[in-house]
């Protein structure tokens, strides 16, 4: 760099520090605290560098165990603004993330554990992790109020989203992250990233929103592959409100609210034949209980970044037989080639730290476990497949070659197969999501491989999914606590005598309270 | 084969030799019941006689002859369930013999010169109680009179040692001295008496102490509410009434030091062992401590219900009426606060809801610092009440009451407001500190009950009386209250027994014998509810059994109904 | 009267029932016995063959080998088509627990073609009790127990575990140090030349990892300090090598080891 | 991980983007346009390139159906061009040798464009300051993505015919562009905090011109071969020649 | 406004109102939840056996409250109102029962006990590690700073997916399990035990929980399979450093009710 230039840069450099600095001043008269670096460095150090890392590099202890990785503050690339793309964030949107976290990651919010000031002092510092900070900070985007939402305003954002905008691209038809391109998608440092499963908006990083969606879509998000539409509407090939409508049409993928957790899923009673594969549309008038699913961190291998999570499971059963009805949403079907860039990213980038890698995708894996035996009373097998003491029960399914067995397991890694009832299974693909149905008589015909249900009664049940293509296996992938399954019975007679019996013993209570009352009286 | 099975029927022979079985309730059933029944009844034959000498006391120092008639009214009891704790002291010991041969082995090798002085001992308390009870209208008067009374302090003497011993014995399984072994014999440097004067052993005696004169007083007012409630004449409803107040008094008066005791023996015992500590407190027990805490609950609001009852009959006691359902609400409040589970029981719906097993509002009362404050809060309320009843119907006369009245009312403010702050700033401190705190909170609650009463009594020196109290004028549901605190009082004790006994869990002797018989479990609490409901109703059914042939007796002796005076309140314990 | 006695008792025993009611609708949780690992007298097989999995499946760490079936053959699933141990130990004519007994107590006498020599002797690590045990739960796994107390008794009587009789020979005099590796099993868990398996520092290029001072605390004491990356098998390494081996025997194993650079 | 290259310190500084385009005077276009200013010699270079150049990667266009009619051969992605021994898409500047600034800016913008899920040109240059514009000709969806480090980097959705304009404030060689929607798309920009710059075209050929008289380092760099640099003396109307050669 | 100063009107009232304050005015209290059933339930029994003393302990108010009772029993007029509550109160507690016997798929109402108590001693490693009276060796050795940047990374690596970067039991795996992660940003968690206590947890996990500790979900691994006793000592000296607690000592002893 020439003299004159460094000079030039001098100049303007003291020149940003003094307006900075005057622009503190001016702010500070009682209204302003200032922010103070000291103490968001130390707040930095104690509760953000064990992931973000000393020096802000986004390189902390922990930063090998996750992927995405932390956030990188040296370069300020921010995904969560409302600033025009490639600009850095204004302080409230480093303030929005500090406050709520990033659902979907791991980032969690602060506002319940720092003072807002505090907070203040941790976006300060973060601020002069990078230079590009030195040069003040841009005015947030001005947005059109949204259009209403409408049947019409949701079909056009759909168009959109297919044809115009063409989000299909990366998030897939049906928005579970299974576009064509999904495969190769890299963030700004390398490594794989996935496009946001559009039908779980709790997940999204900056919000499940429609402000929050359309100001992604408006802007983009930085460092990742999804990119602003602000010059497309500035070419005025898209109009903002086109932009509202794919906003309201990509929330229109997600429930009203996030799924509840509840803890039983209830086996409804059917006379006559049971769903005969997972996508009978009988399925769709049973009710589904929502498993979160997190990652096998338990035993080694451990798995920190597991693909799935979360399971929809339906029961029914007709008194004979039992079906089971599972579906989550998985971006592909392993092992598939056009998704090798993406394990390939996912085995080097994921430094697991307790065994070595797979070398090529494997298949999709689904395992649902019962105790072998009915528990008694408190005393369940451990969870992550059972223990040397409660054997567990086991149904096991994979999706390439597509197969199912059943067996018995006493810990991670002990699967013992064998044939203990008829079991049969049908499995189906489509849009990013897998559909697995598993069929079964209730009872055991060898009680040592195999389960038997009784209706009326609760059995525990916990879960196990695994995707090939995020380099999981049968021990690395994504589990569950245990949960139950109710198989209905048809209501007993006492369930209607006990309340006769109940309502006439006070009945009659009642009058000889009131006889007595009345003869005392006179 | 043949050998294999030989063997393993030996074994089972060998087994049977520490071991033994007992029909229906199983051999620890058997032992549990007779022990409990037996432990009630001692408590009673010890705690009656303090309440005799008590009462005897003041009828001799204030020459009030109703107190002497109704010390001898309950000697006479005494006799009887005297014989009954024999009784059930006896069956205890056979079937631990021969329920437990193995453990009673190693019991009789430590302890079998204690045993021998306990049985001695057994000898001169009943003689001294024969020459107490028949030599009361020989040694009537005079110096004779506080010979008999010396006798009866004897009785009690007698009594307290001979539950020391056997204290010893119990005390030495929760917490046996270091180096004990199963071997014959104690080791170098242990002796008997290290077994004895074991780590809570004193804290053991002392709460017991307190608990036995708590249960004596409950159990000769619930006498008396009996009585009341049967009472045919307005003079014998009268007595009866006075009676039940003495009773209901000296039970309520020592009932509010238990705690302090209880805390000693805790303490005692998480110095010991922690494992004991939490199994005790945190673990295992966790909500042994909620029932508890509903149980004393109850106990503070039912004395508390019949003070504020009492006051009906008191002239001049209205003016105190519209305070009550402010202390009311204090108590209430207090009971939640006690009664917060740390450990909830709920669905994991629930549990969800709640971001964890504790609840993060709630979790903070179910805390030490706020349910130390709560109990804290209800003895100083429940003395309240008592101040109140005592000032019913007296105007005091000294120059300086005002004065008086307000240094009162200062002292009880200031305790509170430290109570209250030591029970907030606890939640600020590390844990080692917050325990010292109820200490502290102990003694502000302490020191304003004797600051309290010191001047009271010479407050109320020569006072005038707004009007006699007029005995005799008590609604039924007051004599219910007393019946609900001596039944929850037994149960109480029952509980404690299980909660001492089982926090062993599966040790005979802690960490030195263990059990390995097949009821080696301690049982869930709804087992043991059901053992200690069976004991309470044993125990309340034989003292019913004796109070109706102290009835029989009493019939026998004097036909006609002993003259019913207007007795006085008690003005002190 | 009679109906004040009515109440009184109807009072007294609904303040029992509600106690005791409140007692019953709270979860019931009864206190868990921790097994006594007592086993010599009057035990019966069920309390032999759970005892015996806990140590294998925990304590004895025998999975560390067995339960991978590269190491050892796997004891709990079928090997080479003969099935689980208890059932393929019934071929062995000597009988079942007199086979596995011996197979524990001296691990040379019955080798298993394809597998290295790398068992320790098991009374290093257990009891004479706790030996019977875990033959009893192999014996389960697919067969009949047949393991009493009796035999427990009966071989109590038999030369303990040389680990406790201080200073027990080595089992042969040899001074070659490959040879004393083998034979003390030291390549079952440390790898020499490629071999062996990777449970523990590798003995190849140990001489320029650490000193030979360090070597030899480190046969002697394995507690004393573990090396980086094998926290995870802390505790796995016996602390009896320093007994078994001549003073010798043990500098040859030093010296040779150090010199693996 | 590309970040790692750290960033040179004395380039860290930018003062909003006007600093630097203070100095603006008139000037030629890109590298290949006239420079009035400074002075007027100027090089004229080609890069070779001998042995067997290495055969570029097919490229699955099959999503595209669009782009991939445009190959008749099938889609190759150009990774290295060479025709007749000389090599194109060179990047070529001047490293050291040129007087103090200020330096002329190129009156028109550079451009790239997306045409046939390619970019064209794949490499590119422009001074600091100077407008990069980027046209998308396929009628479909391009996102385009610069990925700096001194630089701050911008992602854009391009839906359809469409074109827009960004810039570089700090001097950065090089600033990758790629495509997420199309894997394979990579191009590079090298922005140059001076006009003196150029790419090898087809023929291996580049232009540097408006130079004053002195001796320059030149450096040539090529996303896989890596860079070469060499010294250049040119007086004043003069016209100096250099020869690069890569090779595989 | 007559009404309103009748006993039985207020008793009512108050049974009513405390149990609306526990149900629903509880939860709204800043950094509250919702309360368990069973809770409410005790809370309002409480309250009410209050109520039933207020009403009884003075014998005007307890008439007074007990009159609309006896008229509604007794009245000649009141002979509907009669007629309906002995019709509709069988039939409510018919409902109750009938609610009450049938089958339902609700969870099932549980109880954990938080910190069962711990072992005298444990086999640490294939070691036997001493309890009782044990103490963090780390903190009479070496550099503190070092130990608690030793066990920061370890909880950073290990510990934070379910724990939770606040500490609070809520990372972002700390959803799945039930029970949900322990947090230890409150007081009453790990400030109530001494760092032995800890240790063990820490070392044995979930697996390792004695009886009371059932049902055995708690999903904590056993990580003496993947650290060493040393780097337990470090991340529990961390948990207690980052959370601004204090272990409990095993010096002075009293109890703590739970």
């Not at chain 3, 320790?120 to 796994?141: G, K, M």
Request: glycine share 10%.
């Amino acid at each position: 760099m020439t003299n004159h230039g460094r000079l030039q840069v001098a100049a303007c450099r003291l020149s940003a520090a003094s307006t900075i600095l005057l622009a503190f001043v001016a702010g500070l008269p009682g209204v302003l605290r200032a922010q103070d670096l000291e103490n968001g460095k130390a707040l930095y150090d104690k509760w953000c560098a064990g992931c973000h890392g000393m020096t802000g590099q986004g390189d902390g202890p922990a930063a090998d165990y996750m992927l995405p990785r932390p956030r990188d503050f040296t370069f300020a690339i921010y995904q969560i603004r409302t600033t025009s793309n490639g600009e850095l964030p204004t302080d409230d949107d480093l303030r929005y993330i500090v406050d709520n976290g990033m659902p979907g990651s791991t980032m969690p919010g602060w506002k319940d554990k720092l003072g807002p000031g505090d907070r203040d002092d941790v976006v300060a510092y973060i601020k002069s992790f990078s230079r590009f900070f030195e040069d003040g900070q841009p005015e947030p985007v001005a947005v059109a109020r949204a259009p209403r939402v409408t049947d019409e305003g949701l079909a056009e954002g759909r168009r959109l989203f297919e044809e115009e905008v063409e989000c299909i691209k990366c998030h897939g038809a049906e928005g579970r992250g299974d576009g064509g391109s999904a495969p190769e998608l890299t963030d700004d440092d390398g490594f794989p990233i996935r496009a946001a499963n559009l039908t779980e908006n709790w997940t999204f990083n900056g919000g499940g929103s429609v402000e929050d969606i359309l100001m992604r879509i408006r802007v983009g998000v930085d460092g990742t592959p999804m990119p602003s539409n602000g010059d497309a509407i500035d070419a005025g090939i898209i109009t903002e409100e086109q932009l509202w409508r794919v906003a309201q049409y990509v929330r229109s993928l997600s429930p009203d609210a996030p799924p509840r957790r509840q803890d039983v899923v209830r086996a409804a009673f059917v006379e006559g034949d049971l769903p005969n594969g997972p996508e009978d549309p009988a399925w769709n008038d049973v009710e589904a209980l929502y498993i979160p699913m997190v990652g096998q961190i338990l035993e080694a291998p451990r798995w920190f970044a597991p693909a799935v999570d979360g399971l929809w499971v339906r029961a029914l059963h007709n008194g004979e037989g039992m079906a089971l009805q599972f579906s989550w949403d998985d971006a592909s079907a392993s092992p598939d080639e056009a998704w090798d860039p993406f394990f390939d990213g996912v085995v080097t980038s994921m430094v697991a730290p307790d065994a070595p890698h797979l070398e090529a995708q494997g298949p999709d894996h689904l395992a649902v476990q019962f105790p072998l035996t009915p528990p008694e009373g408190t005393v369940l097998p451990y969870f992550l497949a059972g223990d040397a003491r409660n054997p567990v029960y086991q149904i096991r399914w994979r999706s390439n070659p597509d197969m199912a067995e059943e067996g018995t397991a006493t810990g991670l890694g002990t699967f013992a197969s064998g044939t203990g009832s008829d079991l049969t299974h049908g499995a189906a693909f489509a849009n990013g999501r897998w559909q697995v149905q598993f069929t079964r008589s209730l009872t055991a015909s060898d009680p040592g491989v195999a389960a038997s249900f009784t209706p009326g009664e609760s059995m525990p049940m916990a879960f196990y999914v695994a995707d090939g293509t995020n380099a999981e296996d049968d021990v690395r992938g994504a589990v569950s606590a245990w949960y139950a399954v109710y198989l209905d019975v048809p209501l007993p007679p006492r369930v209607f005598i006990a309340p006769v019996v109940a309502t006439l013993l006070t009945a009659g209570l009642g009058l000889v309270v009131v006889i007595q009352a009345q003869r005392r009286s006179t | 084969m043949m050998i294999d099975f030989l063997t393993l029927l030996q074994a089972a022979a060998e087994a049977g030799r520490s071991y033994g079985d007992f029909p229906a309730v199983g051999g620890r059933g058997a032992v549990w019941i007779a022990a409990e029944v037996h432990l009630m009844f001692a408590a009673f034959v010890l705690g009656v006689p303090m309440f005799a000498v008590i009462t005897e006391l003041i009828g001799i120092v204030g020459k009030d002859e109703r107190y002497d008639k109704l010390s001898k009214e309950f000697t006479r009891l005494l006799v009887f369930a005297y014989s009954a704790t024999a009784l059930w002291g006896g069956m205890l010991l056979f079937l631990l013999t021969t329920l437990y041969p193995a453990f009673w082995g190693h019991m009789a090798d430590i302890f079998s010169m204690s045993m021998w002085i306990y049985a001695g001992l057994f000898f001169v308390e009943s003689f001294t109680l024969y020459l107490y009870y028949y030599g009361w209208d020989r040694w009537k008067s005079g110096r004779a009179k506080w010979g008999h009374w010396g006798l009866g302090l004897l009785l009690n003497v007698w009594g307290t040692i001979v539950m020391f011993i056997a204290n010893g014995w119990l005390t030495y399984m929760m917490s046996p001295p270091e180096g004990t072994t199963v071997a014959e014999g104690l080791p170098d440097g242990v002796t008997m008496w290290n077994a004895i004067a074991n780590a809570t052993w004193m804290p053991i005696n002392i709460h017991r102490l307190i608990a036995n004169a708590v249960f004596g007083g409950s159990i000769v007012a619930a006498y008396a509410a009996y009585r009341f409630l049967a009472a045919k004449t307005p003079e014998e409803k009268a007595h009866y009434d006075w009676m039940g107040y003495v009773g209901t008094f000296i039970a309520i008066a020592t009932f509010v030091v238990l705690p302090f005791a209880g805390y000693w023996l805790g303490r005692e015992m998480y110095e010991y062992s922690q494992q004991m500590g939490v199994t005790m407190m945190g673990g295992f027990m966790s909500w042994l401590w909620i029932v508890q805490a509903i149980l004393i609950g109850v106990l503070f609001l039912a004395a508390n219900y019949y003070l504020w009852t009492g006051m009906g009959r008191i002239p001049g006691a209205e003016r105190f009426l519209p305070y009550t359902k402010w202390m009311l609400l204090v108590l209430i409040v207090c009971w939640i606060v006690w009664g917060t589970p740390n450990t909830m029981i709920a669905s994991r719906d629930e549990f969800a809801a709640m971001g964890g097993s504790r609840h993060p509002f709630l979790g903070v009362l179910g805390l030490m610092s706020g349910k130390n404050t709560a109990v804290n809060f209800m003895i100083l309320t429940t003395f309240l009440s008592f101040l109140m009843y005592r000032r019913g119907n007296r105007i005091p006369t000294v120059t300086w009451a005002k004065a008086g009245t307000l240094t009162q009312g200062a002292m009880f403010v200031l305790s509170s407001a430290y109570v209250l702050w030591l029970g907030i700033y606890g939640y600020f401190v590390p844990t080692i500190t917050r325990i010292s705190y109820s200490v502290y909170q102990v003694a502000a609650v302490l020191a304003c009950i004797i600051g309290v009463w010191a001047i009271d009594i010479f407050l109320m020196r020569g006072s005038q009386s707004r009007g006699e109290i007029r005995w005799g004028e008590m609604p039924d549901r007051s004599q219910y209250a007393i019946f609900v605190l001596a039944v929850t009082f037994t149960w109480l004790m029952g509980l404690m027994g299980f909660a001492r006994s089982g926090i062993r869990q599966h040790w005979h002797v802690w960490e030195v014998m263990r059990d390995t018989s097949d009821r080696a479990v301690t049982p869930a609490l709804g087992y043991a509810a059901n053992m200690i409901s069976l004991t309470v109703v044993i125990f309340l059914g034989l003292v019913a059994f004796i109070f109706w042939l102290g009835g029989l007796a009493e019939r026998a002796v004097s036909k006609k109904p002993a003259p019913i005076g207007q007795p006085q309140a008690v003005t002190g314990g | 009267m009679f109906l004040t006695n009515i109440k009184v008792l109807a009072v007294g025993l609904a303040v029992i029932a509600f106690y005791t009611i409140i007692a019953q609708v709270i979860p019931q949780l009864e206190s868990e016995v921790p097994e006594a690992l007592d086993l010599s007298a009057g035990v019966t097989p069920e309390v032999l063959v759970t005892a015996g999995e806990d140590l294998f499946m925990g304590g004895a760490g025998c999975t560390s080998c067995h339960g991978l079936g590269t190491r050892a053959p796997n004891l709990r699933t079928d090997h080479a088509g003969e099935g689980t141990i208890g059932e393929r130990c019934g071929s062995r004519e000597q009988g079942c627990k007199e086979y596995l007994y011996e197979s524990m107590i001296d691990p040379g006498a019955y080798l298993i073609e394809g597998f290295p020599p790398i068992m320790p002797d098991a009374r290093r690590q257990l009891s004479n009790e706790q030996i019977w045990a875990v033959v009893a739960y192999l014996e389960s796994l697919g067969g009949e127990v047949t393991v009493t107390a009796d035999d427990i008794g009966a071989s109590a009587s038999a030369p303990s575990a040389p680990a406790s009789s201080g200073a027990a020979p080595a089992r042969t005099a040899t001074t070659d140090p490959v040879q004393l590796l083998t034979e003390n099993a030291c390549i079952g868990c440390h790898q020499l030349e490629g071999a062996g398996a990777p449970v523990g520092p590798a003995f190849d290029g140990m001489g320029s990892r650490i000193s030979a001072d360090r070597i030899r605390t480190g046969i002697i004491d394995p507690e004393a300090e573990i090396a980086e990356g094998y926290e995870a098998f802390a505790g796995m390494m016996p602390a009896t090598f320093g007994d078994q081996l001549s003073a010798a025997q043990l500098e040859i194993i030093v010296q040779f080891l150090a010199a693996r650079q | 991980m590309r970040r790692i290259l750290a960033v040179p310190v004395l380039l860290s500084v930018a003062c909003g983007g006007g600093g630097e385009s203070g100095g603006e005077s008139s000037g030629g276009g890109g590298g290949e346009a006239a420079v009035a200013a400074l002075g007027t010699a100027s090089i004229m270079g080609v890069v070779n390139f001998s042995g067997m150049a290495p055969a570029n990667p097919a490229i699955d266009m099959a999503e595209e159906a669009e782009c991939a009619a445009k190959y008749a051969d099938g889609p190759t992605d150009p990774v290295v061009v060479v025709a007749d021994g000389k090599l194109a898409n060179v990047f070529v500047r001047i490293t050291s040798g040129l007087p103090a600034g200020p330096y002329p800016m190129p009156s028109s913008p550079s451009v790239i464009d997306q045409d046939g899920c390619l970019y064209t040109p794949r490499v590119v240059g422009v001074m600091v300051g100077q407008d990069l514009e980027i046209q998308n000709s396929d009628p479909l969806l391009h996102n385009i993505k610069a990925v700096p480090t001194a630089n701050r980097g911008f992602n854009i959705s391009q839906p359809r015919v469409m074109s827009s304009t960004r810039s570089f404030n700090t001097a950065e060689v090089m600033v990758p562009l790629e495509c997420s929607v199309h894997g394979w798309m990579q191009a590079y920009v090298g922005v140059v905090e001076h006009p003196y710059f150029a790419v090898s075209g087809a023929d291996g050929a580049f232009t540097i011109s408006g130079l004053p008289a002195g001796t320059y380092t030149l450096e040539a760099w090529h996303e896989t071969l890596g860079t070469q640099t060499m010294d250049v003396t040119v007086e004043d109307g003069g016209s100096a020649s250099a020869e690069f050669s890569f090779g595989s | 406004m007559k009404h309103l100063k009748h006993p039985f009107t207020q008793a009512v009232l108050l049974i009513v109102g405390s149990w609306a304050f526990f149900k629903f005015v509880i939860p709204l209290f800043p950094g509250s939840a919702p309360v368990p059933q069973s809770v409410v339930l005790q809370f309002t029994l409480i309250a009410a056996v209050g109520v039933l003393v207020y009403v009884s302990e003075n014998e005007e108010r307890w008439t007074q409250f007990k009159a609309p009772i006896t008229a509604t029993l007794v009245d000649a007029n009141k002979k509907w109102l009669r007629g309906g509550l002995l019709t509709v109160i069988p039939l409510f507690i018919g409902f109750v029962v009938f609610q009450a016997a049938r089958p339902t798929v609700g969870s099932t109402a549980q109880l954990r006990s938080i910190h069962p108590a711990p072992p005298g001693q444990i086999t640490f490693q294939g070691r036997s590690l001493a309890l009782e009276g044990l103490e963090n060796p780390l903190r009479s050795r070496g550099s503190l700073e070092e130990h608690y940047e030793t066990g920061k990374a370890i909880y950073y690596q290990n510990c934070m997916p379910c724990h939770g970067d606040l500490l609070d039991g809520q990372g972002h795996f700390g959803h799945g399990f039930n029970p949900t992660p322990l947090a230890f940003d409150r007081a009453g968690t790990i400030d109530n035990l001494q760092e032995s206590f800890v240790f063990w947890r820490i070392a044995k996990g979930g697996p390792g929980l004695p009886r009371e500790g059932t049902p055995w979900n708690s999903a904590m691994p056993v990580w003496e399979d993947f650290l060493t006793e040393d780097e337990i000592w470090a991340v529990t000296m961390f948990l207690y450093e980052q959370s601004g607690l204090e272990p409990r000592t095993w010096g002075e002893e009293g109890e703590e009710h739970d």
